[in-house]
């Protein structure tokens, strides 16, 4: 999964970008408003993580442009406002959830995975497609009788199919999905990624289309 992470505090940006690396999380990181608001406009982040106070402009008033102009990327608020009316602000203006500084990790983590079952209306942290299923939590994966607990850029990768059954993706826009900016990316990654993860199953686990991507039946084969 991609994140946007908009905070201004070069520490806390630093150790939260470095955390969520370790769980095979790719994090785009801004330090201003009018950067995030660019970086929103552009799109292509399964969830962002909100500072509330930024300089120039509030997160608050940022979310609430962002959703006027009809982005409806799951928005997470990570701020040190423990305030009651900046919580039920930043929740009116269309915040998916907040969590207050200091935080663990593990935390952050649980919440994040909360927002995304709660924008995809499950109340469980498995993700089901086909003959497949995916643990968000775990990072295991269950096609046909067998379970594998997949490295962090394979299961990122299976998540972006699996979270769009059916549909086609373009190596463009798979590697969108799990590589944040200023990463290289070699121009066979997608391929490698895909070769390793059918050796653990079925070659059948990720589908070809030529010359236009990879999808996951949508339904059983």
Do not use: C
Not at 20 to 25: P, S
Not at 89 to 111: H, N, S, W
Not at 119 to 134: K, Y
């Amino acid at each position: 999964m991609r994140v946007l992470l908009i905070e201004d505090d070069k520490m806390i940006g630093q150790n939260l970008k470095a955390a969520l690396a370790r769980e095979g999380i790719s994090v785009d990181w801004v330090r201003t408003a009018s950067d995030g608001e660019e970086a929103l406009a552009n799109g292509g982040h399964g969830l962002v993580l909100l500072d509330l106070g930024l300089p120039g402009r509030s997160g608050i008033d940022l979310l609430k442009m962002a959703r006027q102009a009809g982005n409806r990327t799951p928005v997470l608020i990570v701020t040190a406002r423990d305030g009651l009316d900046d919580r039920v602000a930043g929740l009116d203006v269309g915040a998916d959830d907040y969590i207050v500084k200091p935080f663990e990790t593990r935390e952050l983590l649980a919440r994040m995975r909360a927002v995304l079952r709660r924008q995809a209306g499950a109340a469980q942290s498995l993700l089901v497609a086909g003959e497949l299923a995916l643990d968000l939590e775990t990072h295991e994966v269950t096609y046909r009788g067998t379970t594998v607990l997949l490295p962090a850029r394979e299961f990122a990768l299976m998540q972006a199919l699996a979270e769009r059954p059916g549909a086609i993706l373009s190596r463009a826009r798979i590697e969108e999905n799990i590589y944040g900016w200023g990463e290289e990316v070699e121009s066979n990654a997608v391929d490698v990624l895909i070769h390793s993860i059918r050796k653990k199953f079925d070659k059948d686990i990720v589908r070809n289309v030529r010359g236009a991507g990879w999808m996951i039946p949508r339904g059983e084969t």
